[in-house]
């Protein structure tokens, strides 16, 4: 059974860092892109950030790039995503996800959420 | 960017009615569109891929039709489970990844 669970997340001070870890098990992790979306409170989903399965290939949205950091530990099937210089609008859940070999995102991580706050 | 335009924002269907959500791209994706029912609380679960394929355990009244520009999803006659916010969502163009934004299905 493939699973996807995030940890990491909580309250940040704005201008702050935080580094979010998602475990990967029920696949080989290291044969798979992946990905971040987010999703602040009522609203609807945003894609982040993508890591090409061999973390050479990285791409972000315009709205994170220069701040955030995608990477990867295909040793520990650990994905991870580090968040600094956050902001108010940085406050959501945000969602590890795999996508297939067909590009389209098929398994979904619970969620761990990340509020900027002082 | 390719940005998808979904309508309704808000659709209120009685359980045993059709359902008809739409999803419009601004430009052409081909047949690489997916949907995804979120409910509070819980993450998205994948729908429909390719534009009109159900994913594993995806019942058979969830139908999805299109191809370029113009996309449907179908729920053939609502059960109680199915009042959620649906999203669709484009992999046409390598890395471009982008949502809808989203129509609630709701009593």
């Known amino acids: 059974e493939v699973q996807l669970v995030e940890s990491g997340g909580g309250v940040v001070q704005p201008g702050g860092s935080v580094r979010l870890s998602c475990a990967a098990s029920?696949?080989?992790?290291?044969?798979?892109?992946m990905h971040w979306v987010r999703q602040s409170p009522g609203k609807g989903l945003e894609w982040i950030a993508l890591?090409?399965?061999?973390?050479?290939?990285?791409f972000y949205a315009d709205s994170v790039k220069g701040r955030f950091t995608i990477s990867r530990d295909n040793s520990q099937n650990t994905l991870f995503l580090r968040l600094t210089r956050v902001n108010s609008e940085d406050t959501a859940v945000y969602y590890c996800?795999?996508?297939?070999?067909?590009?389209?995102?098929?398994?979904w991580g619970q969620g761990t959420l990340v509020t900027v706050s002082s | 960017e390719i940005v998808l335009t979904q309508s309704p924002v808000t659709l209120s269907v009685s359980p045993g009615e059709r359902a008809t959500l739409s999803c419009r791209a601004s430009?052409?994706?081909?047949?690489?569109l997916a949907w995804f029912q979120q409910k509070p609380g819980q993450a998205p679960r994948l729908l429909i891929y390719?534009?009109?394929t159900r994913a594993t355990g995806i019942p058979a009244r969830f139908t999805g039709t299109g191809s370029g520009t113009e996309f449907t999803l179908t729920i053939s006659s609502l059960q109680s489970d199915d009042f959620a916010v649906y999203y669709c969502?484009?992999?046409?163009?390598?890395?471009?990844?982008?949502f809808g934004q989203g129509t609630k299905v709701e009593i």
């Open positions: 996800v795999k996508e297939t070999t067909y590009w389209f995102f098929d398994y």
């Open positions: 029920g696949f080989k992790f290291a044969d798979f892109t």
């Open positions: 890591i090409t399965w061999d973390g050479k290939g990285t």
């Open positions: 430009q052409g994706v081909d047949t690489s």
């Open positions: 390719g534009a009109t």
């Open positions: 969502q484009q992999y046409s163009k390598w890395p471009s990844r982008t």
